[in-house]
């Protein structure tokens, strides 16, 4: 199978004979690309940003998301890594890791590119790549092929020594953006000031936060300070228990799909899940509906994942009778109910490799992870559920030509691109993550 660049680069170029268009009739590969700009090198988008005074997240699924004006931005790449070709760019990554040896470790997120991942020590999500830096305590760099929440949490999880770097700065992540430490903050303000502060009976607060890990550092800090922790979309319903233990109801951000999904499959009903809009007063909801709430719902979601519907999965079972449907949690609740099973990146993996030869997959997680599978995996058919090429518009952002100049400043001994959380925010948000390490199911 093609890579996801390939791929786009045919599509863009409208290049119809490809072989990639036939390819074991995988329709991931066939259905066109959410944008031609994809084939354009992501420094093309730092420099329009730069001219339009304003950020964006560039193309791919998050490229209609409203970024914030305080997007970090990515300054110019010097012209030579934008030059070089990619047997180019290849050669130079490789020696400036051989010529740093253990003092540099790549980590790569099941989301980034091929292209890129190809040089990376570990392949993981957020956090398995967080806790692989945390085990290489020679490496004084950590040159983070993610995003940048992601990076921050490394930072936070790493040694005093250790430097982490994200290659493109520009690479966020929007749903981690639509919950700032501001909205959030007057959020907790004015449920306190409907629900009190006291414990019930049972000692319970009214209200706990939990942040799922794809938030700023400043969140995780805020959950730290407030009685809350943090989640992934792996302990998601491990951390509900411990947060309903403690509390009357969770206020859960930034994504509400994982919020609703976890708790609907927990049983809470779904009229005691309200959301809260923070551009809406009251959030868009009512005091009578928040009294009565279980789980507060932030309006957030991930554009990758809510792409997904529930036509793709009726078209896949009717292509493919027998095929196993697995959609991360992030997808929206139709989805996840229409599907087989609803899992992290870890689970669908395990899934996969789990799996008898000959089994057939549909895939709802972003186009990267399910082309690799597919080619890792030959011996089971896998295909993305979105027939179009649409990768996380941020995670793009990361290409060679950044991982060459951030690795061979190092060889230089200079820290480019340097993700540093101040300690005063690092000591409340490491409680929350300490919190979920120690919830145990
Ligand atoms: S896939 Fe979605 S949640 Fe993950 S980094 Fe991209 S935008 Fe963020």
């Known amino acids: 199978m093609a890579s996801v660049k390939t791929a786009i680069s045919l599509i863009a170029h409208r290049d119809a004979t490809s072989p990639v268009l036939d390819a074991a009739g995988i329709p991931a590969v066939s259905a066109g690309t959410c944008g031609p700009d994809l084939a354009s090198a992501p420094w093309e988008f ?8 304003t950020p964006g997240y560039g193309p791919g699924a998050s490229s209609s998301d409203v970024a914030p004006v305080s997007t970090p931005r990515q300054g110019q790449l010097p012209q030579e890594y934008k030059d070089a070709d990619d047997g180019g760019l290849e050669d130079r990554i490789l020696a400036a890791k051989a010529a740093l040896g253990d003092r540099v470790v790549i980590l790569g997120h099941f989301y980034q590119r091929d292209e890129v991942i190809k040089f990376a020590d570990f392949v993981g999500d957020s956090f398995q790549l967080a806790n692989a830096a945390k085990a290489k305590p020679a490496a004084e760099a950590i040159v ?14 790493s040694g005093p020594g250790q430097s982490v770097i994200l290659p493109n700065l520009a690479a966020g992540c929007s749903m981690a953006d639509m919950a700032d430490i501001e909205s959030v903050s007057a959020c907790w303000e004015q449920l306190a000031e409907l629900y009190g502060t006291e414990p019930d009976a049972q000692g319970r607060v009214p209200v706990i936060p939990v942040t799922y890990m794809n938030s700023s550092a400043a969140l995780k800090a805020f ?15 491990t951390v509900l228990d411990w947060a309903f233990e403690r509390g009357q109801r969770v206020l859960f951000f930034p994504d509400q799909h994982l919020g609703r999904n976890t708790a609907k499959a927990m049983g ?4 005691q899940m309200p959301m809260w809009n923070p551009r809406q007063a009251w959030g868009g909801t009512d005091e009578r509906t928040l009294r009565d709430a279980r789980v507060i719902l932030w309006h957030g979601f991930c554009s990758v994942h809510k792409r997904f519907n529930v036509g793709q999965i009726e078209k896949a079972r009717a292509e493919f009778p027998g095929v196993r449907v697995i959609v991360h949690p992030e997808c929206p609740m139709p989805v996840v109910d229409a599907a087989d099973e609803a899992g992290s990146t870890d689970y669908i993996l395990k899934a996969i490799t789990a799996a008898p030869a000959g089994s057939t997959f549909a895939i709802g997680t972003e186009i990267n992870m399910v082309n690799r599978l597919a080619a ?3 011996q089971h058919t896998i295909f993305c559920l979105d027939p179009v090429i649409c990768p996380c518009s941020t995670m793009y952002r990361i290409h060679p030509g950044y991982l060459a100049w951030v690795l061979e400043g190092l060889v230089r ?22 919190r979920m390490l120690a919830a145990k199911p």
């Open 46 to 53: 730092d420099l329009a940003e730069a001219l339009a005074g």
């Open 144 to 157: 983070f092929c993610g995003v940048h929440f992601m990076a921050e949490t490394a930072d936070m999880l």
């Open 223 to 237: 959950c730290g300070e407030h009685g809350g922790i943090v989640c992934t979309s792996s302990n998601a319903a």
């Open 268 to 271: 809470v009903p779904l009229d």
């Open 376 to 378: 890792q995996y030959p």
């Open 413 to 434: 001994g200079e820290v480019l691109n340097q993700i540093t959380v101040p300690e005063a925010t690092a000591i409340p948000a490491r409680v929350a993550l300490e």
